[in-house]
Structure formats: C-alpha cells, structure tokens
C-alpha cells in the first residue's frame, strides 16, 4: 500500500506522537487540546498560551539540577532565574512564579514589574533579581529604591567598568556582579561579544576600583555564550575557560559565591531532534566542581537565566488556509489568514523555525508548498522547516477548509511585532487565548485579548 498520507510522512519523518502532539480522529491535539474545537470556538488565526508547560518546564530544569548537584557532591545551589524579556505578560509571570523562581530583568522598566508584583504579595522581598543590560541613570535609580525597599539580594551586574560610577553616584550600597565577556565562535563577524568585560581586565578592575569602595560587594560572576546550552566543543571549552575566570576572581575576592550561567537552555524548534537535558545539566555541574576542586576554590552557588525555555513551549499561533496560489509549474502557495511579519516576526526577521504542523485532514495525501502571508511584503513568507528546507501540508479539494499551527512560539515574538500597537500593513494582531488546566485535569479556556480593531490602530495613529 502507497503510503502518501500527511498522517504517513509524518509518521515516517519523526518519532510521532512526542512532545504533547498526538493525532485523534485524523485531527491534532497539543497538550490534548482538542485544536479543533478551540478554532471553532474562537476562530482563526489566533495565539494560544498553555500555561501549565511553563511550570513544568522550571519544574524539570530544577529537578535535573538538583540530581546533578547530589549525584557530584556539589556543595552550592541551584537557583532558576525567569529572564523576564522573553515575556513579560502578567499571566506568564504568575505561572511562573508559582515555582519559587527569581528574576532577571535588562531595562529599568523591569523594575516597576517586580515592584508591582511585590504590591500584589507574587514576589517576595528575600528573591533575588539579577539586573542585567547597559545601565541608565534611571536604571540605576531604580535599582537603588527597590534595595532601600526591601530586596537586599538584588544582584546589580556591571556590565563595563564605567558603570560603578553610576552606582557610586546613586548608591550608598550595593551587591554587584561583573558579566564577563564571551569569546564568540569562529564563523562570527567579531571575536568577543559587545556585552560584559573583558576576560583579561576583570581582575585588574575588581583589584583596582571595586575592592577599594566598601559599599559594594562582588557577589557574582556572569556570563551568557551566545550559542546558547549545546553540546558542541566550542560550548564545553568556552565553559570551562570562564570557570577559570571564575576561580582566578575568587581567589581575590572571597565574597564571591556565585556563578550565572546565564540562558540559552535549547527547546523543541523540530520534532526531529532529541535533546538529552539531563546529560547536559550534569556535565555543567560536572565541569565546575571538577575545576573549583582542581583549583582549591569553594564551589559557587549556579543561577541560570531560563527565558525562551520557560516560556516559548507554551505558546501557538493557529491559521486557516484562505486560498491557495499556482505561480508556475513547481512552486504553489497556501495563503493563510494574517501576517507573518504580525504575528510571528522571528520567522522573516532571523530565519528562526517552529514545529510546524496541520491540524486538520491528516488522512489526505500531502503535497510540497510555501506559506505566505496577506501582506504585499516579499518578506512575509514561510517555505522551509527545520528539518527539510520544504513545507508539507494536506492537500484538500476545493471548498474543503484546512488549518495548521507553529508551535512553541510563546518566547519574544510579541514584544517583538509590538503587541496591540501599529502592525506591518495595518494587519490586525490575532485574538490570544488562555488554557489552563484544573486539579480534576479540565481544561479552561480565557480571552486574554480580542483581535486587534481598526478603531485601536486609528486612534493610535492620530485619526
């Protein structure tokens, strides 16, 4: 039997069903959702938000952590940090303060979130924040208040040594970090990353200024390496020659106790691939007691800086087919109902890719085809996945209505295209729904926001 279904290339290209993806009745379901009846219910295209795989996607980072931290002796702890950018919507950051979680923030408008999730009792004083990005006078002012208001373990990270001016100024005292500067990979256009300081001139720094103000304790060492958490060499060698910078640090500085790792923890962008999590956590643990033993230096406590692993798993964006285009012999378009450029920007803007799936008609055959979105922009185009540099969808006939979703969205995109504000072609930002899951295991759906009007777009823009 000629296996040319959706369902069979599908079956025949992937380990399937994995990852909260299954298939009932020829129809996908994600988290068991039933997708379908969710279109039905409110429409297309629309953004959905799944907030119970936020809490178990910190759940199981700390689990794994805490594993590696006992099965190597580790005498340190481990705190997750949510890198606040990712996203900053209120019903993102109430899942995911339900799991005694920190925070990381990069702008001084951060720090009206936290005070105001403090008002509300979501985020107690004794949490750390772990300020990070280039810091403004009003950044700094910021930062000093909510100190003087109670949050004695907010860590400010220096991110140039020009900045301790700035605390100087506004500060009777603080905790500090230094973010050192990564060495970046070989293909890159510049060899050291714009952001933290230079390996070589953080000793001379801390010995020179910082240790000479007793109003200031260097508390912390961070870093991010700008692949992010992969197990490649360049990831292990880059590590392990930022643990030394650490252990050179702290032989100077005896209030050091803590290392950020930063983020960069992979997600799921294909159903293609298999990341081992676990091996990945414990070689991390691994690498830093094995060098701080080597070194004779007290191991440090691990923050790590978890944005688009929190969060990203979370979120969807379903569309309808609206039409479909024959330009030549080869190439045909599915026209969908919105935007990419709207509604996910990543896609167009750095190439990035999602699981990409249809939800309906998995029983038809399947056919080659590009995506394309409503606006007259050249750009605003999808036509290869993660695995494969072509897109598959069902075939359907005439009259017949076919959907399909890109999965794990739910990390920048909408800071990104500008959430409820003006949209590329004026074309509408979807409606955003809500699932949650009770204790019985019921699904509960809310209206987080309806479709984006023309009256909003026209008042913003003065008519």
């Not at 905790?175 to 001379?204: C, D, H, Q």
Request: net charge negative; proline share 3%.
């Amino acid at each position: 039997m000629l296996k040319n279904r959706y369902i069979d290339l599908i079956e025949q290209t992937f380990y399937f069903p994995r990852h909260g993806f299954n298939v009932e009745e020829n129809e996908l379901t994600f988290h068991d959702i039933p997708l379908m009846n969710l279109i039905e219910k409110y429409g297309t295209p629309l953004k959905l938000t799944y907030l119970p795989k936020i809490s178990s996607q910190i759940q199981r980072a700390k689990r794994l952590f805490n594993q590696a931290i006992e099965k190597h002796d580790y005498k340190g702890q481990y705190r997750y940090c949510y890198c606040t950018k990712s996203s900053h919507f209120s019903f993102v950051m109430n899942e995911a303060l339900k799991n005694d979680i920190h925070l990381e923030t990069s702008s001084d408008f951060d720090i009206h979130i936290i005070r105001e999730l403090a008002k509300k009792g979501q985020f107690n004083t004794d949490r750390y924040v772990v300020c990070n990005g280039y810091k403004t006078a009003n950044y700094v002012k910021n930062m000093t208040q909510l100190v003087e208001e109670g949050f004695k373990n907010l860590i400010a990270v220096l991110d140039n040594p020009d900045e301790l001016k700035l605390y100087q100024e506004h500060s009777k005292t603080m905790n500090l970090g230094i973010r050192v500067a990564t060495e970046e990979e070989p293909n890159y256009s510049f060899y050291t990353s714009r952001l933290g300081m230079s390996s070589k001139k953080v000793l001379e720094f801390y010995q020179n200024e910082l240790a000479k103000d007793p109003r200031f304790k260097l508390k912390m060492m961070h870093f991010f390496i700008n692949t992010g958490i992969k197990d490649t060499t360049y990831y292990w060698s880059e590590l392990v020659r930022l643990i030394h910078v650490y252990c050179d640090l702290k032989e100077v500085c005896p209030e050091l106790n803590t290392l950020d790792i930063g983020g960069g923890m992979p997600i799921y962008t294909s159903l293609g691939v298999e990341l081992d999590y676990a091996y990945m956590i414990d070689q991390i643990v691994y690498y830093i007691k094995t060098i701080c033993d080597d070194r004779g230096v007290e191991v440090p406590d691990i923050f790590t800086e978890f944005g688009s692993y929190t969060v990203a798993e979370s979120g969807a964006v379903i569309y309808s087919i609206l039409g479909k285009k024959q330009q030549n012999d080869a190439e045909q378009w599915y026209m969908i109902d919105s935007s990419f450029i709207t509604t996910l920007p990543d896609t167009w803007g750095i190439g990035q890719k999602f699981i990409l799936l249809a939800i309906n008609h998995w029983d038809k055959t399947f056919q080659r085809t590009n995506l394309g979105g409503i606006t007259c922009d050249g750009q605003d185009f999808y036509n290869s996945d993660t695995h494969t540099n072509q897109v598959f969808m069902p075939k359907v006939k005439e009259g017949e209505k076919l959907y399909m979703g890109f999965f794990h969205t739910g990390a920048y995109q909408e800071s990104i295209g500008g959430y409820g504000g003006i949209q590329h072609c004026l074309i509408p930002a979807p409606k955003h729904v809500l699932i949650n899951r009770d204790e019985k295991g019921e699904l509960h759906y809310a209206l987080f926001a309806e479709e984006q009007s023309h009256q909003q777009m026209m008042n913003i823009l003065g008519y």
